[in-house]
Every structure is written in structure tokens, then in C-alpha cells.
């Protein structure tokens, strides 16, 4: 009896975490958290190519990586152009994750622009059964190619 209530204490005090691997660093409230997935001592990869991040683009947020090409709304920027994403919602590797609250502060996205066309035809078709009323309509809608060049994880780049 006495073990079952020491156990019960025990588990009281013990922070309680979905995986025991993962430890979490908080710098404030509106800052950015820091989820460590190995161990601090052992060295990130130096490549930086298996960093992902998730951005807000135009309402829209893309998970992205290094050479990605995301086909967002309409920008107003030429062709040919970088692009510099500063709304970063996520910075990720292998190593750690930095999450923002709600952006991650001096993160940010590069990426070329690539191309400025428009979309697949979406059709859109209404039918009133038994009325002989059909209607059939479609729409492009005008979206930005980019390109992903870089990126930088701002602060978290030495765990990141």
C-alpha cells in the first residue's frame, strides 16, 4: 500500500510529456519555443538540407523545403525576383523544431519568383433535376510560382 502511494506521488511531480525524448525550452510568452528531438551534446547535420518551415503566404500556409515550388496566389512582384518571406510560423530539422508565437523571430524565407500565370480550369456546374435547368461556368484563377532558395532559421540557427 505504501509503494502504491509513493508511486501515485511520484507520478504527481513528474512532468508528463508524449514522448520522454522530447524536451521543451520556452523563452516567453510571445516568443518563439524551442523542442529539442536529440540530444544537445550531439551536432546537427552542417547540410541545413533536411530544414523544413512552415510560412503564411496570402492567407495560405505552405510546409516547405529547400527547392520547393509552391504555386501561391497572385503576388504583386516580376518575375525573375527574390521573394524574402519574413512570416515564418515554424522553423524544423532533424535536430529541433522552433515554433513561433505566432512568427519566428528573424526567420526568414527566400524564394525566387518564377513564373506569374494562371491556374487549371475549375468547372463549376449547377443542375436542377427535372426542370431542364442546367448552368455550367469555370473560372482561372491567377496564381505565382516560387521557388525556394534558402532557409534561415534567424535565431534558432545554432539548434536548427
Given amino acids: 500500500m505504501i509503494a502504491a502511494l509513493s508511486r501515485t506521488a511520484a507520478r504527481a511531480t513528474a ?5 520522454a525524448h522530447i524536451t521543451a525550452w520556452r523563452a516567453s510568452s510571445t516568443a518563439a ?5 536529440r540530444d544537445p551534446e550531439t551536432p546537427a547535420p552542417a547540410s541545413g538540407g ?3 518551415a ?8 505552405y510546409k516547405i523545403t529547400k527547392d520547393d515550388v509552391i ?4 503576388l504583386d512582384v516580376q518575375v525573375g525576383a527574390d521573394l524574402v518571406i519574413d512570416e515564418v510560423l515554424l522553423v524544423g530539422s532533424e535536430a529541433a523544431t522552433v515554433v ?5 523571430p528573424r526567420a526568414t524565407v527566400t524564394c525566387a519568383v518564377e513564373e506569374q500565370t494562371r491556374d487549371a480550369k475549375v468547372v463549376v ?10 448552368r455550367r461556368n469555370g473560372h482561372r484563377r491567377h ?3 516560387l521557388r525556394v532558395l534558402d532557409i534561415d532559421a534567424g535565431d534558432g540557427s545554432d539548434v536548427v
Fill in 143 to 145: 496564381v505565382t510560382l
Fill in 71 to 74: 504555386v501561391a496566389e497572385k
Fill in 100 to 104: 513561433g508565437r505566432p512568427t519566428v
Fill in 50 to 52: 533536411d530544414r523544413f
Fill in 33 to 37: 519555443t524551442k523542442v529539442l528531438h
Fill in 54 to 61: 512552415i510560412v503564411r503566404l496570402g492567407g495560405t500556409q
Fill in 15 to 19: 512532468p508528463r510529456c508524449a514522448a
Fill in 125 to 134: 456546374f449547377k443542375k436542377r433535376r427535372r426542370q431542364n435547368s442546367r
